[in-house]
T-cell receptor, first 116, second 114 residues
Framework: GAVVSQHPSRVICKSGTSVKIECRSL??????MFWYRQFPKQSLMLMAT?????????EQGVEKDKFLINHASLTLSTLTVTSAHPEDSSFYIC????????????FGPGTRLTVT | GDSVTQMEGPVTLSEEAFLTINCTYT??????LFWYVQYPGEGLQLLLK?????DKGSNKGFEATYRKETTSFHLEKGSVQVSDSAVYFC?????????????FGQGTILTVHP
């Protein structure tokens, strides 16, 4: 499978600050990027979908001004949690995908965000 | 909307035991069904998939059959190993599309003891 990296793997920040999470697809070009959020013992919930060079499409209930997604290149996407609060503490997972003959979708290892 | 329900874990087994993790779904049309596995510290990996009714997906000794009549996609393995310890996710993708978002179950933690 493809190699996907996320940075940082863990981050602790204070309430009110912003945190940027990077997702890189190291060996393929991701035309689409999905960002998921996972609460303990719960499912992965899709937050937003972005296509390279376009604005992200957010799922219902996800604040687009709070969770800023940038997909400026085919190998890099970022998720910025702005003015973080303790309820934003979660596990964030990126999932790059491409459609080239067959559809391929992969997952990053995730970033654990803790807001104190 | 679409949804996936997995049996609650954690599941703890001895090595060489038989494994079943139940998965049922609700969706319109004919979704594609998937099992993903997440090993500690790693991202989700596709384990197997089935795209139409009665298809059987298999990989690494794991199997799951797409049962439309019971809307199920149960994961089975005849003899588990310690290295199978991981979190397993059942997922679906809406029918009629070969790409697009996945809807996941809540995950089942499997621990296999020697």
């Amino acid at each position: 499978g493809a190699v996907v990296s996320q940075h940082p793997s863990r981050v602790i920040c204070k309430s009110g600050t912003s945190v940027k999470i990077e997702c890189r697809s190291l060996d393929f070009q991701a035309t689409t990027m999905f960002w998921y959020r996972q609460f303990p013992k719960q499912s992965l919930m899709l937050m937003a979908t972005s296509n390279e060079g376009s604005k992200a499409t957010y799922e219902q209930g996800v604040e687009k001004d709070k969770f800023l997604i940038n997909h400026a290149s085919l190998t890099l996407s970022t998720l910025t949690v702005t003015s973080a609060h303790p309820e934003d503490s979660s596990f964030y997972i990126c999932s790059p995908a491409r459609a080239s003959g067959t559809y391929e979708q992969y997952f990053g290892p995730g970033t654990r965000l803790t807001v104190t | 909307g679409d949804s996936v329900t997995q049996m609650e874990g954690p599941v703890t087994l001895s090595e060489e035991a038989f494994l079943t993790i139940n998965c049922t779904y609700t969706a319109t049309g004919y979704p594609s069904l998937f099992w993903y596995v997440q090993y500690p510290g790693e991202g989700l990996q596709l384990l197997l998939k089935a795209t139409k009714a009665d298809d059987k997906g298999s990989n690494k000794g794991f199997e799951a059959t797409y049962r439309k009549e019971t809307t199920s996609f149960h994961l089975e393995k005849g003899s588990v190993q310690v290295s199978d310890s991981a979190v397993y996710f059942c997922a679906l993708r809406a029918g009629g599309t070969s790409y697009g978002k996945l809807t996941f179950g809540q995950g089942t933690i499997l621990t296999v003891h020697p």
